[in-house]
C-alpha cells in the first residue's frame, strides 16, 4: 500500500466506524442517491442491483449536464452493493447501501477513484477506497481487520481466494466430528470450505458475489454420495449457518435462497442425490413460512411430485410384480421368478455406460447367482430390435431379457422408478421390497454379505 493510501486510511476506518454507530437505521421505504459526473460522456446512467450474484436493473437517471438523481419517495432499497453504470455492460463503480439510502457523490467519469467527494456516507467514502485498493492491487487486509463484523469486511473476506495450502495446514490438527474419520482431512476440507463466508450477513445476498453452493454439493458431494451420515451433516452445517440467530424475528431469507439451488440441483441429479433431496424436503423445506416467494407455486407443486416419486423407490417400499415382454414376445411376470432376490437392471443398448456396465453385471452374475440366490430381470427401455438382440448374442447373457422392444410393460417403469439416466439397478426381495438402489455395481458383493 503507497504512503498517502496508508495515512488517510485509518482516518477513514474511524470515521467509518463513529458513522455505524451514529447513523440511523434505514428508513422503510424511499431513497435519494445524487451522482454528479465530471467531464460527462453519457446523458443516462443506470443502478443496478444484485440478487445472489446475478444482476437487474433497478433504476435510471437522465441529465444533459451530468448531474443525475436516483431517488423514489415510495420504493424500498435493500441493504446490499449497487452498480452504477453507464450501459448495462459498463461499470462506473459500486455503491453500498447499508446504513443511510441518502447520499450525494461527485466523481470524474472517466476515472471515478482518483478525485472525488462524498457527502452523508462515510461507509461507502471507504467504500470507494477499497475499490482504490482492488484496482490498483493495494493491500485490502485493513479493510478487513479494522472492523472485522462489518458489512465490508464480510464483502471483502468472502472475494478472498482460499489458501488451500494454509487451510489445511490449520485443520490438520483439528479434533474430527465424529463422524469423520481421523485420516480423511478430505472431509474436513468440505466442512470448512466456506468458513471465509459469513452467510449470516443477509446483505452479501444483494451483492456481486456469485457463491456456487450447488456445485459444492453437487459434484463434490459425488465423494461421500454413499455415506448418507457424512452428506447430512455438512448439509446441516451450512444450512445452519445461514441463520443469524442473533435476530428477532429469526429471518430465513438466506437460508431459503440457498435451500432452493441446491434442492434444484438434486432435482433431476444423478439417482444418489435422490436421499438428499427428500431430507431436505423433509428437514428444511417449509413454503409456508417464505414471505420473499422464493418458493413460488410451480415450484412448490413440482417439489411435492418430485419427493413423492423419490420416495417411493427408496429401500422399504414395495413395488408391483413387472410384467414384460421377452424376445420371443412371451410375457414374463417378475413373481414367476422364485429367488430370494431379484436384481432389476434397466438399460438401454444405446447408453454408453450401459453397454460398458452390463458385462461388469454379467460377470458378476455368472459367480455369485447361485451362492446369493439371485436373479436378474434385464428390460430394455430402448425399442431398438436389432440392437438390443445382437448385444444380448454378442455378450451370452444367459439371465431374463426383457425389451419395450417387444411390447409395453404392465406399468411405465421408466416413470415409476423415477429413470433420468441409465442404467437403472434396483435390488428386490422374494417379497417385491426394495432392499437397495442405484448402487455401483462394484458395491454388489458388500450389499449380500451384509443382507446374508
Not at 434505514?26 to 443506470?46: A, H
Not at 466523481?107 to 461507509?123: A, G, H, L, V
Not at 439397478?425 to 451384509?450: G, H, M, S, W, Y
Amino acid at each position: 500500500m503507497n504512503k498517502k493510501i496508508s495515512l488517510l486510511l485509518p482516518v477513514f476506518l474511524f470515521y467509518f466506524i463513529i458513522g455505524q454507530l451514529s447513523a440511523s437505521t434505514l428508513s422503510s421505504n424511499g431513497y435519494k442517491i445524487k451522482i454528479q459526473l465530471l467531464d460527462p460522456q453519457s446523458k443516462t446512467i443506470y443502478l443496478y442491483g444484485y440478487y445472489g450474484g446475478e444482476s437487474y436493473l433497478f433504476d435510471s437517471a437522465y441529465s444533459a449536464k451530468g448531474k443525475f438523481e436516483f431517488k423514489s419517495k415510495t420504493n424500498k432499497i435493500e441493504k446490499g452493493i449497487y452498480s452504477v453504470q453507464t450501459t448495462p455492460e459498463l461499470k462506473l463503480f459500486d455503491i453500498m447501501i447499508n446504513q443511510t439510502t441518502q447520499f450525494a457523490i461527485i466523481t470524474n467519469e472517466k476515472k471515478p477513484f482518483e478525485q472525488y467527494k462524498i457527502d452523508k456516507s462515510d461507509e461507502n467514502v471507504l467504500f470507494f477506497e477499497y475499490q482504490k485498493a482492488i484496482i490498483n492491487h493495494l493491500n485490502i487486509i485493513p479493510f478487513i481487520e479494522t472492523s472485522p463484523n462489518s458489512f465490508l469486511s464480510n464483502y471483502a473476506k468472502a472475494l478472498q481466494e482460499v489458501d488451500f495450502q494454509d487451510f489445511l495446514k490449520n485443520i490438520s490438527t483439528e479434533k474430527p466430528n465424529e463422524y469423520f474419520g481421523i485420516d480423511q482431512l478430505e472431509q474436513l476440507v468440505m466442512f470448512h470450505y466456506f468458513d471465509q463466508i459469513n452467510f449470516k450477513d443477509k446483505r452479501l445476498l444483494r451483492t456481486p458475489l456469485k457463491i456456487n453452493v450447488p456445485y459444492y454439493f453437487g459434484s463434490l458431494f459425488e465423494t461421500y454420495i454413499e455415506d448418507r451420515n457424512t452428506c447430512f451433516i455438512l448439509l446441516n452445517h451450512f444450512l445452519e449457518g445461514t441463520i443469524d440467530t442473533n435476530n428477532r424475528p429469526i429471518d430465513l431469507e438466506v437460508q431459503f435462497y440457498y435451500l432452493k439451488k441446491i434442492m434444484q440441483n438434486y432435482l433431476y441429479n444423478k439417482p444418489g442425490f435422490d436421499t438428499l433431496f427428500v431430507y431436505l424436503y423433509d428437514h428444511y423445506y417449509k413454503p409456508e413460512m417464505d414471505q420473499w416467494n422464493i418458493f413460488n407455486d410451480s415450484d412448490q407443486r413440482i417439489y411435492e411430485n418430485m419427493q413423492a416419486r423419490k420416495r417411493r423407490t427408496f429401500p422399504g417400499h414395495y413395488i408391483n410384480a413387472i410384467e414384460a415382454y421377452d424376445i420371443q414376445k412371451n410375457k414374463v411376470n417378475s413373481d414367476s421368478v422364485k429367488t430370494k432376490y431379484k436384481i432389476l437392471w434397466l438399460w438401454d443398448p444405446d447408453c454408453d455406460h450401459c453397454v460398458e456396465e452390463t458385462p461388469h453385471l454379467f460377470e458378476f452374475y455368472k459367480q455369485n447367482h447361485v451362492q446369493y440366490n439371485f436373479e436378474v430381470i434385464a428390460i430394455s427401455i430402448t425399442e431398438d430390435y436389432d440392437r438390443w438382440k445382437s448385444f444380448i448374442e454378442e455378450n451370452q447373457l444367459f439371465w431374463i431379457n426383457l425389451s419395450y422392444a417387444m411390447g409395453e410393460p404392465n406399468y411405465d417403469l421408466i416413470d415409476f422408478f423415477d429413470l433420468m439416466v441409465t442404467p437403472g439397478i434396483f435390488l428386490i426381495d422374494e417379497n417385491n421390497k426394495i432392499v437397495a438402489r442405484q448402487f455401483p455395481i462394484k458395491n454388489l458383493k458388500t450389499i449380500f454379505e451384509q443382507i446374508n
